[in-house]
């Protein structure tokens, strides 16, 4: 081995190093946003705001169910109380009054500001009058006990007002003191963790201290035990990410499986397989420390496009392992395959440029990672591999798959007129067809199966959780006039509550 090709394996062994440190600090993400613009309109904007910090994707919901229902009330107040104690969640709520001094106080400091009844004219005589007369009508009823004690202090009625609009949102059934669903078969629980949704690993911690508090819950039952169910977007972005990541290990172990057995049969020789793999290998490592370098985390989609190298990046070196004879080194025959092999490395390039370039970060992650490997991969081929290669290595031929080879290819023509007829077939129905050609959703690429995505549906309805796909968003110059905004669109939503045509806000 001269100097030259001590200088490539040293390099290329120096590489492998690099990209394996990057790639063990790299963070997987699920996050589908990273399929919507990067350049988004302020509308959009929002929305992967919402998506990615807001509190909507820090709640978890939790359910509890299998058990008589005052098994289940027992456990979900021992369950909330355990999960008052982490430092992890902001809020756990249960249907219990337990933890609710703090917002009853923040109403009280801002009743003025809050309470929608606040317009000119309100602190009027005529007014406070008014106000004071439905007090007194109010000391007579149910109610009377919490007015007696807030009219010194609140004598216009802002707190009440606002309980009031609190409580005319959906709430779900109560029962023995906690949220029960409507069939009283299952017991809720709403949690709201401290790190945003985007946080996958926290909000995998968050997933365990639920589990683990559930356990203790249960712990000292003599019955059958409940069991637990939980829900939300911080529970899909950890399950996507291990659905992704198993997925990418699948696919790359059983493309990897099959390219390495026709590779085996093909030259007999461990060591020209593993070599033969090589490229892909360095290939694969280079692109993800790529990508988590150009982009800070490194798209669980993208480890899963990952197996599409595979069958490219091999071609190389099986072209290189085929061009070579007994008459000359694995350098010369390089120097002479190297033209076309370039060239075919270059309309690679050039196809996945286009995803390089994309206004989607998620198809601008697959770009560099295909652009990296594949440069790589040739690079493996041209200066490592002939270097490694046993010495007079020749491709066997295989006698027996030779013929079969060739009587195929001699029948080969045969095959235009079924595949005209199926190219036809397939115009004419693409002609006829009256749906969309195109799916746009993006929910489409989400790995999470049906039955979750239902249990997600039927607690949000359960517990009465907001139906979140609906933003309405106000512009304004400055946030005074922004807030006067909103407050017309308030009043614009209460009149449609009023009249059934929206449920809540």
């Excluded at 509308?43 to 289940?72: F, H, K, N, T, Y």
């Excluded at 026709?262 to 030259?267: E, I, S, T």
């Excluded at 309309?347 to 198809?363: E, K, N, Q, R, Y």
Aim: with cysteine; charged share 15%.
């Amino acid at each position: 081995m001269n100097l030259a090709a001590r200088w490539a394996v040293g390099l290329w062994l120096a590489l492998l190093l690099v990209c394996a440190l990057i790639i063990g600090r790299a963070t997987i993400d699920t996050d589908m946003s990273a399929f919507l613009p990067r350049s988004p309109s302020p509308a959009q904007q929002i929305l992967v705001e919402q998506l990615r910090d807001g509190v909507v994707s820090r709640l978890i919901l939790i359910g509890v169910e299998g058990s008589a229902p005052e098994i289940l009330a027992q456990t979900s107040k021992r369950l909330a109380a355990q999960l008052r104690k982490a430092t992890d969640f902001v809020a756990v709520n249960n249907g219990e009054n337990t933890g609710a001094e703090k917002d009853r106080d923040f109403l009280w400091r801002n009743r003025y500001l809050l309470s929608p009844a606040i317009v000119p004219g309100h602190f009027s005589a005529s007014a406070l009058r008014s106000a004071l007369e439905d007090d007194l009508q109010l000391l007579g009823s149910p109610a009377g006990a919490l007015v007696k004690r807030l009219l010194p202090d609140d004598p216009s009625g802002e707190l009440l007002r606002l309980i009031e609009q609190l409580q005319g949102q959906a709430q779900p059934a109560t029962r023995d003191g906690v949220w029960f669903a409507q069939d009283g078969k299952r017991a809720l629980l709403v949690a709201q963790t401290k790190a945003p949704g985007y946080d996958i690993d926290a909000q995998q911690r968050a997933m365990t201290l639920i589990q683990r508090a559930f356990a203790q819950a249960i712990a000292s039952d003599g019955v059958a035990p409940p069991h637990l169910l939980i829900s939300g977007p911080g529970v899909f972005s950890v399950r996507a990410r291990d659905s992704i990541k198993g997925d990418a290990w699948r696919i790359s172990l059983i493309a990897t499986t099959l390219v390495a057995l026709m590779l085996l049969a093909l030259y007999r020789s461990p060591r020209v397989l593993a070599l033969g793999l090589l490229p892909v290998a360095s290939g694969a490592l280079a692109g993800v420390a790529a990508v988590s370098l150009g982009f800070g985390s490194v798209h669980g989609i993208t480890l899963g496009f990952g197996a599409t190298l595979i069958g490219e990046g091999v071609d190389y070196a099986i072209y290189l392992f085929t061009q070579i004879t007994l008459a000359r080194t694995p350098q010369h025959t390089l120097a002479r395959i190297w033209p076309t092999l370039r060239l075919g490395v270059l309309t690679s390039i050039c196809g996945f440029s286009a995803m390089l370039f994309s206004g989607f970060s998620g198809l601008a992650q697959l770009g560099l990672f295909s652009i990296t490997g594949l440069i790589v991969a040739v690079m493996v081929t041209r200066w490592v591999l002939p270097v490694l290669l046993p010495h007079e290595f020749t491709a066997r031929s295989i006698g027996a798959f030779t013929p079969r080879v060739m009587l195929l290819v001699q029948r080969a023509p045969r095959l235009r007129y079924p595949l005209l007829l199926v190219v036809a077939l397939a115009l004419v129905s693409l002609m006829l067809h009256r749906g969309p050609l195109w799916n746009d959703q993006l929910g489409s690429l989400s790995p999470l199966p049906e039955r979750d995505q239902l249990l997600d549906q039927q607690l949000r309805r359960d517990i009465g959780a907001p139906d979140v796909r609906y933003l309405m968003v106000v512009n304004a110059p400055d946030p005074e006039q922004a807030l006067q905004a909103s407050e017309k669109n308030r009043r614009a939503i209460a009149a449609a509550g009023a009249t059934g045509s929206a449920r809540g806000f």
